[in-house]
Nanobody, 123 residues
């Protein structure tokens, strides 16, 4: 059973940074596309960034140059990160980690989801 557990959210000021982590267990993460989505109150869930099994990445236009997705394997632990720099109040949302066989901007294509971690950016 694949499990995803996010961490690293919090409250920061405009312009500050956060790094989100997503611990992957229960499967062969190297064969999955891993992605970060976010959802603000009253808005639809939207894709932020994704990293495919070959290491290629895609980023939403609204985060290009500010956010970086990466993945690592250390001591048999598989983790996906989202480094978020120059945060803005409009980045405030619940951030979710997700896994799928193929990368897609459509959240319905993802089979596995974490519980989410809250990011709040104050002006």
């Amino acid at each position: 059973q694949v499990q995803l557990v996010e961490s690293g959210g919090g409250s920061v000021q405009d312009g500050e940074s956060l790094r989100l982590s997503c611990a992957f267990s229960g499967g062969t993460d190297g064969s999955y596309c891993m992605a970060w989505f976010r959802q603000a109150p009253g808005k639809e869930r939207e894709g932020v960034a994704a990293i495919d099994s070959d290491g290629s990445t895609t980023n939403a236009d609204f985060v290009k140059g500010r956010f970086t997705i990466s993945r690592s394997r250390y001591n048999a632990k598989n983790t996906v990160y989202l480094q978020m720099n120059s945060l803005k109040p409009e980045d405030t949302a619940m951030y979710y980690c997700a896994a799928a066989g193929r990368c897609s901007a459509n959240p319905q294509r993802y089979n596995y989801w974490g519980q989410g971690t809250q990011v709040t950016v104050s002006s």
